[in-house]
């Protein structure tokens, strides 16, 4: 089955230990993406990958950094965490940079206390 | 980032009825895109529109994309319970890599 998965789901931690969240697809797209939903702001992209060891910073980048070793996978790492990262997490991938032919992961929920 | 003003925030409407919301911009964009997004899940796409002035369905859903190429309408005809949720418009500028989404228009459907 078509799909990108993100791990874990839910996770709960503390101010500045650092964390990962994983993002994988297993439909050898190209560009990989992730965003986070506010209440009242919607989504708003954090980085973005065109393939593989490229990677762009996109609307609200500060506090996350990302990788692209390999073209499945973009996890998001967050080194220092702040309760203001709390939110809901989406990586999202499309097969080419033309990127209306999104597919979304589930979504991972994150809180910092 | 861009601005995209949708509305309205929420819609409380009977089975049955039909639904408009639009989504405007402050920049052109390229293409416009309308998802959907059930609770507990990432938003799937609905319809994508790629002209300036183009109307384009899917089922009971229409789209078009606005002549000034700034805004974007979506209408649901004749809704049932499975529509509800919430519906995200989104816009890609020219020369852009990256999308910017709209606050969002939560739908709920009284059967």
């Known amino acids: 089955e078509a799909q990108v998965t993100q791990n874990p789901r839910y996770l709960i931690t503390v101010t500045g230990k650092k964390l990962t969240v994983t993002c994988s697809q297993n439909m050898n797209h190209e560009y990989m993406s992730w965003y986070r939903q506010d209440p009242g702001l919607g989504l708003r992209q954090i980085y973005y990958s065109m393939n593989v060891e490229v990677t762009d910073k996109g609307d609200v980048p500060e506090g996350y950094k990302v990788s692209r070793k390999e073209k499945r996978n973009f996890p998001l790492i967050l080194e220092s965490p702040s309760p203001n990262q709390t939110s809901l997490y989406f990586c999202a991938s499309s097969y080419t940079p033309s990127i209306y032919e999104q597919y979304f992961g589930p979504g991972t929920r994150l809180t910092v206390t | 980032g861009q601005q995209l003003n949708q509305s309205p925030q929420s819609m409380f409407i009977q089975e049955g009825e039909d639904v408009s919301m639009n989504c405007t911009s402050s920049s052109i964009f390229n293409t416009w895109l309308w998802y959907k997004q059930d609770p507990g899940e990432g938003p799937v796409l609905l319809i994508a529109l790629y002209k300036a002035g183009e109307l384009t369905s899917n089922g009971r859903l229409t789209a078009q994309f606005g002549i000034t190429r700034k805004d974007s309408f979506l209408n649901i005809s004749a809704s049932i319970p499975s529509d509800v949720g919430i519906y995200f418009c989104?816009?890609?500028?020219?020369?852009?890599?990256?999308?910017?989404f709209g606050t969002g228009t939560r739908l709920t459907v009284i059967p």
């Open positions: 989104a816009g890609q500028g020219p020369g852009a890599n990256n999308l910017f």
